[in-house]
């Protein structure tokens, strides 16, 4: 009897605790009004986003329902992790369950594409404004648009002036591969560390080989080739001669920026969205070198304001006001500068340089990245990259040569 | 008195039956709800051919084993095998053996036991995500305080998670590490139970403690043992977050176990490819299944009854 | 006899120590500012300690570990509903087809959590569950309710037979047997099972995130990805959710850890 009360007792005081505990969710959900159940009620719209960092009280939450106040209509906004947001769009497609407004990363909109659930600006009657071609064309697939981006980041090379200093390396100097590696050795012989960036096995260890692979003038449907393996080989030399730590092969994005942090290294591959961080650290930027001198050409990251398919076409008329809403130039500035993108179109970029001139190489460099969809990519992008990062982790890791870890990854992308 | 007892018993019987079924009723309807349906579905996907297009509007064509039959032509099944077999044998292997030392070890009170004995459990409170993370900050290859130890007894730098050949041990080490509590509660419950009186007696006849623990305690502790290792297997066979986090599979497949490799197929790319890793996942489960009829088969050789 | 026992704090000590090593490094990172969480080599203690991880804890998560322990309380009570009269039947009534059952239940545990989720969700959004705690216990249990089955199976079989006899002779009706003398016998295994279900569905990913990813109520586990944003993680902030999280589940264990001791599989007092 005892201990029968005990466990009432304790049951009874967890499911309190519980209860109390749970109602202060009230106060911050990661919705604002909220439609009861899964199905949204006529008048009330739902948004998917991948930024589930940003709650309820955030700018961006707040931009979201001043728009969707504008079309007339409530928004319960719900924020995923981006890695497994593609599955739950795919999910609830299928269950015809789909949100009114979906963002997502954009090399992942053809695929959303070609699973039939978003809508063309010919169903949906959006009105795609003022959008740079190059960041636009991951979400054109056979000359039909399916999204419009709300912002673009890419990659630069961030350095460390008091390193650099301290070793005799002038940043001028580096203008293409040879000098900077000559510059990564010079760091290292002075007792630092050379360079960091992300190998991962996932999309971002693609998406920050990009640039070395673009910079030696290697096409991504020809993965086999000499430029390549030229890349991929500068990459394996720098982690062989421990210009580059081992740990780039399991570094994101953002452990690769810790490491920079740490004010050891004297560059770092990273983005757009690190340059607050930069600033604050007294950290440099440039664009990142091509193999033989110049830019190279980066990959454009950000997502893309989608609107899916959904069984009620009616519901398309607030969704594509709310989508306009977001990427109207007022708003776009506001929200890039929220989430540290650069905008697309030329008015809003003149408007973020005017009120920020040290966006200038961001802005820049925007203007040339280019998208990993585009050139007709489309869906054969995913499988690409899947053996492209395969590749480099083959090479990185000593398991195989970059010319025949290259050569696999080819004949299993075809 | 026979005559008297012999209507009762053939009414109880009947409603033992009825009453039987009414009491495993709803499990079943459970089961066949919430088990059977996925798994039917699963195969449903292993065997046709399915695009995100088709994922969306149902319109699969049936292909048969064409999926199984890619699977096992895929360069990545060997290895995926491998490691399969390697990490599910020398997980349990440690676990069980930890567990049961440490069982052993707790099972006579001593100050302080009960308290260490609930830390031990820890470990198992904490969500993969972050036991993942843990264990993956603990082993990196520069910043690791792994390394760092072993950097300081002159070993020098391991690369735990990103070489091919240490990346397998990696993930061992953390999934022994998590599977030691649940097994150290299954056995020192299945050791509590062994009664003092049959030690007693097996002192006085003069057996020391090791014997006692071969003859008395393995022997006694046999259906527990037997139902540990079970479960064992298959919640190891399915162990997925960890990986995930740690290496993902990586590098080139040198962690990567069937529940990994489903995974990867399915989610583990921009573009979901859910046939291959239904079919992945269904050899999966008759894995499983296999080793559940060995036991079976065991438990019926073991006690008759 | 009084010397022994000492010697054995000792070693358990060193023991414990070993094995909560990792533990110890969780709290060490959620105390790690951002510039030092990559520092080779690591610190062995939080020289730079930062409460900022900490802080945002208490200012965002609590709700999220509200719903997690309500979560966990609610699966507990489903799987005990669900698996106990079911275990006494196979362990007691041997109704027919009962091995056949058993076999089933092992079976069930061996589905991969991704592949039930993603069977759930078609079922969860015709039932309207999706994003709901009910919706989640529902899901949790799935985890829980074999193996509560199969434990219960096994200790309900050594209640010696005497006591169920004698309570039928009694008069007593079969559910009147389980609920007086059976339930209060098996304790030590409610107790069990209600431990495995807890910390089963406190640590629950998989369903969560994909039955409940959209819900106003979210368990702790979707809670940490406020700090997984899309572009960047925040390390000492996620450490600190999981240690604030450990809390009352480590609670819990100590309360209940003197009851899962006293013999599992063990039944009541055997002659």
């Known amino acids: 009897m005892e201990i029968k009360r005990k466990f009432t007792v304790v049951g009874a005081a967890l499911l309190a605790a519980g209860v109390a505990a749970a ?142 200093k301290a070793a005799g390396v002038d940043i001028a100097s580096i203008t293409d591969w040879t000098s900077l590696t000559a510059a990564l050795q010079k760091v290292t012989a002075a007792g630092h560390k050379g360079i960091t960036f992300s190998a991962i096995g996932t999309e971002e260890g693609s998406f920050q080989f990009l640039p070395w692979f673009w910079g030696a003038g290697a096409d991504l449907t020809q993965l086999d080739s000499t430029k390549a393996e030229s890349a991929l080989q500068l990459w394996t030399d720098w982690v062989k001669k421990g210009y580059a730590p081992n740990s780039v092969i399991n570094n994101t994005q953002t452990t690769s920026w810790q490491e920079f942090q740490t004010g050891d290294f004297a560059f770092a591959e990273n983005g757009t969205w690190q340059k607050a961080d930069a600033t604050k650290m007294g950290d440099l930027v440039i664009p990142l070198p091509a193999a033989t001198g110049g830019s190279a050409p980066a990959p454009t990251g950000g997502e893309f304001l989608t609107i899916p398919v959904q069984k009620d076409t009616s519901r398309y008329v607030a969704s594509a006001k709310i989508v306009t809403c977001l990427s109207s130039t007022e708003n776009i500035v506001k929200t890039d500068n929220t989430l540290n993108y650069i905008s697309v179109g030329k008015e809003a970029q003149a408007a973020q340089l005017a009120a920020d001139p040290t966006l200038k190489p961001w802005v820049d460099a925007v203007q040339v990245a280019k998208a990993r969809t585009g050139d007709n990519l489309g869906t054969k992008y995913p499988k690409i990259s899947e053996q492209l990062w395969t590749a480099v982790q083959k090479a990185l890791s000593g398991s195989a040569t970059p010319a025949d870890a290259l050569k696999a990854a080819q004949s299993a992308a075809k | ?176 590490w998590i599977g030691i509590p649940f097994n150290l509660v299954i056995l020192y419950s299945g050791l509590e139970g062994i009664p003092l009186e049959v030690y007693e007696a097996a002192s006085i006849d003069g057996a020391n403690g090791w014997q006692k623990f071969l003859r008395i305690t393995l022997p006694l502790l046999r259906p527990v043992s037997a139902i540990t290792i079970l479960l064992g297997l298959v919640y190891t066979l399915k162990v997925f977050d960890l990986i995930w986090i740690m290496t993902r599979g990586g590098p080139a497949d040198s962690s990567t176990t069937f529940a990994i490799w489903s995974y990867r197929l399915g989610f583990g790319s921009l573009l979901p490819d859910f046939s291959p890793a239904a079919a992945v996942g269904n050899l999966l489960i008759l894995v499983a299944l296999i080793f559940g009829l060995i036991y079976i088969r065991t438990q019926s050789r073991l006690d008759p009854a | 006899m009084r010397k022994r026992p000492w010697w054995k704090t000792v070693v358990g000590v060193i023991l414990t120590a070993v094995m909560l090593f990792p533990v110890y490094w969780m709290i060490n990172v959620s105390l790690t500012p951002a510039r030092n969480m990559r520092k080779s080599p690591p610190n062995l203690i939080p020289i730079d300690a930062t409460l900022d991880g900490y802080r945002r804890v208490m200012e965002q998560q609590l709700p999220f570990l509200g719903t997690s322990l309500v979560i966990g309380v609610g699966t507990v009570l489903l799987t005990l509903v669900l698996a106990a009269p079911a275990a006494y039947s196979l362990a007691k009534l041997r109704p027919r087809g009962g091995s056949a059952l058993s076999f089933v239940l092992l079976i069930a545990q061996m589905i991969p959590a991704i592949i039930m989720a993603m069977g759930f969700y078609a079922i969860y959004l015709n039932l309207g569950l999706l994003n709901s705690i009910p919706g989640l216990i529902l899901a949790d249990s799935t985890i829980a309710v074999p193996f509560g089955v199969l434990i219960f199976t096994a200790f309900m079989s050594s209640i010696p037979d005497e006591l169920i006899q004698a309570a039928k002779i009694d008069g007593a009706s079969v559910w009147r047997t389980f609920i007086s003398i059976v339930l209060p016998v098996s304790r030590n295994s409610v107790v069990t099972v209600s431990l495995f279900a807890f910390l089963w569905s406190w640590s629950d990913f998989i369903f969560a995130t994909t039955l409940d990813g959209g819900g106003d109520f979210q368990p702790i586990t979707l809670g940490i990805y406020r700090y997984i944003g899309n572009n960047n993680q925040e390390w000492n902030a996620i450490m600190a959710t999981a240690v604030v999280a450990s809390i009352p589940a480590a609670v819990l264990l100590l309360v209940a850890q003197r009851y899962v001791a006293a013999g599992v599989t063990a039944g009541a007092v055997k002659d």
Not at chain 1, 67 to 87: E, F, H, M, P, Q
Not at chain 1, 88 to 111: E, H
């Open chain 1, 23 to 164: 109602s202060l969710t009230g106060c911050s959900s990661s919705g604002t009004s909220s439609s009861s159940g899964s199905s949204a009620a006529k008048g009330s719209y739902t948004f998917w986003d991948p930024y589930p960092q940003y709650d309820a009280t955030s700018d961006w939450a707040k931009v979201i329902d001043t728009c969707a106040a504008s079309a007339g209509v409530t928004i319960k906004r719900s924020g995923y992790d981006t890695s497994g947001l593609t599955n739950k769009a795919l999910l609830a497609g299928q269950q015809s369950n789909s949100p009114d407004i979906l963002l997502v990363d954009n090399p992942v909109v053809s695929t959303l594409a070609s699973a039939g659930i978003l809508t063309t600006t010919d169903q949906n009657q959006l009105v795609v404004g003022d959008v740079a071609t190059n960041i636009l064309s991951a979400g054109v697939i056979d000359s039909k648009t399916y999204g419009v981006p709300i912002g673009s980041n890419t990659l630069a090379l961030y350095y460390n002036p008091t390193v650099l």
């Open chain 2, 1 to 176: 008195m026979t005559a008297q007892l012999s209507v009762p018993a053939r009414r109880v019987r009947r409603r033992g039956g009825w009453t039987a079924w009414a009491f495993i009723a709803p499990v079943v309807i459970y089961l066949l709800v919430f088990y059977a349906y996925p798994l039917a579905r699963n195969v449903e996907l292993s065997v046709r051919d399915y695009t995100v297009r088709s994922f969306i509007d149902g319109t699969a064509p049936f292909v048969g084993f064409a999926n199984y039959r890619a699977v096992f032509a895929n360069p990545t099944f060997g290895p995926a095998l491998l490691n399969t077999g390697l990490f599910v044998g020398v997980s349990i292997l440690f676990q069980f053996s930890i567990g049961l030392a440490l069982a052993v070890f707790f099972v006579r009170q001593f100050p302080l036991s009960g308290m260490l004995r609930a830390l031990f459990l820890v470990p198992w409170l904490l969500p993969l995500l972050v036991s993942g993370s843990v264990w993956s900050w603990m082993l990196n290859s520069d910043s690791g305080i792994v390394n760092s130890f072993l950097e300081a007894a002159g070993i020098g730098q391991i690369n735990w998670l990103t070489s091919p050949h240490w990346s397998l041990f990696a993930v061992l080490i953390a999934n022994i």
